[in-house]
């Protein structure tokens, strides 16, 4: 279980353009959730990425093909790392306990990686996107994880829509934070969610 939200200081870093073993793929899909998590994905384009990540625009098409399959390779990586995350902060435990674990963890993801906490707030709930397969994932995967704790403790509960609630509210949570309360010790933060979410679990 993940007690304590690591240090800004300790948080992981960004390869800079300079940086060796800075992949071009890395540098463009760090561009490309930094911008569309800014400006929305149809406001970003295929120029201003290569642009933020200093490379030529055909590198992006080289590696993803398409702006589309860029963005999708953007949910698929961001949200196969959340979900290892989440999975090892709850491993061997349930009920409560797991659930503490899991906000933890998800308001340490969010802290850590606010980029993508914001694409997924902006992109999750849209419908009639050419990636809604992919966005489905956090659901199914991310958000899964939540549900399957809720179902194992709590089966008398609706364990979809109570994963939902948590996550959703752990994830807002943590971008309200960051954007307009960032002096608030991660502690305090941590325990309000805790407190809101356990009070009836």
């Known amino acids: 279980m993940t007690s304590a939200t690591p240090d800004p200081a300790a948080a992981p870093r960004r390869p800079e353009r300079g940086d060796r073993g800075a992949g071009t793929r890395d540098l463009i899909v760090d561009a490309a959730v930094s ?3 800014d400006r929305g994905f149809s406001a970003t384009s295929v120029d201003d990425i290569a642009s933020a ?3 030529a625009k055909g590198s ?3 590696n993803f093909g398409s702006k589309r399959a860029l963005f999708e390779a953007v949910i698929v990586e961001g949200v196969g790392r959340l979900t290892a995350a989440l999975r090892a902060a709850a491993a061997g435990l349930d009920g409560r306990e797991a659930i503490e674990a899991l ?14 906490a914001k694409l997924m707030v902006a992109e999750i709930f849209r419908t009639g996107r050419d990636w809604q397969d992919s966005i489905r994932l956090v659901r199914e995967e991310s958000m899964g994880i939540f549900a399957g704790v809720v179902a194992a403790s709590r089966p008398e509960r609706d364990p979809s ?7 959703g509210a752990t994830l807002v949570t943590g971008l309200e934070w960051l ?3 960032p002096h608030r010790p991660a502690a305090e933060v941590q325990q309000a969610v805790l407190a809101t ?5």
């Not at 829509?161 to 996550?167: E, Q």
């Open 197 to 201: 979410v356990l009070d009836r679990y």
């Open 35 to 37: 911008l569309i998590a």
């Open 60 to 62: 992006v098409y080289y």
């Open 179 to 181: 954007a307009f309360q």
């Open 103 to 116: 906000v933890t963890e998800l308001l340490d993801q969010v802290r850590n990686h606010p980029d993508f």
């Open 161 to 167: 829509i109570t994963a939902a609630a948590i996550f």
């Open 53 to 55: 990540a200093g490379v």
